[in-house]
């Protein structure tokens, strides 16, 4: 944000500036960055069973599982312009 103010741009005026996770500073509502929220919890529970499965042998391959995020759209995002 600073970089683009610095570049004359702001957001969502110029570009839309979009964060991770809300961390800290970033989710404070004096910034009002847009950001995606991944299940933090749901995310530790799953990798534990996983990595548990994979110690007792009952799962030889690797495999992935996808999580549902959401988005908390803060001030740094807008509407494309009008073309």
């Known amino acids: 944000m600073e970089d683009l103010r610095l570049r004359g741009l702001a957001a969502p005026v110029d570009l839309t500036v979009t964060g991770y996770d809300a961390i800290g500073a ?9 950001t995606y929220r991944v299940p933090v919890v749901e995310m530790g529970r799953v990798s534990v ?15 992935s599982h996808a999580l549902r995020g959401t988005l908390a759209e803060g001030r740094t995002a807008g509407s494309p312009p009008a073309l």
Request: hydrophobic fraction near 40%; charged fraction near 40%.
């Open 26 to 34: 970033l989710a404070a509502p004096f910034l009002g960055l847009t």
């Open 49 to 63: 069973d996983m990595l548990v499965d994979k110690i007792e042998g009952k799962d030889k391959e690797d495999r």
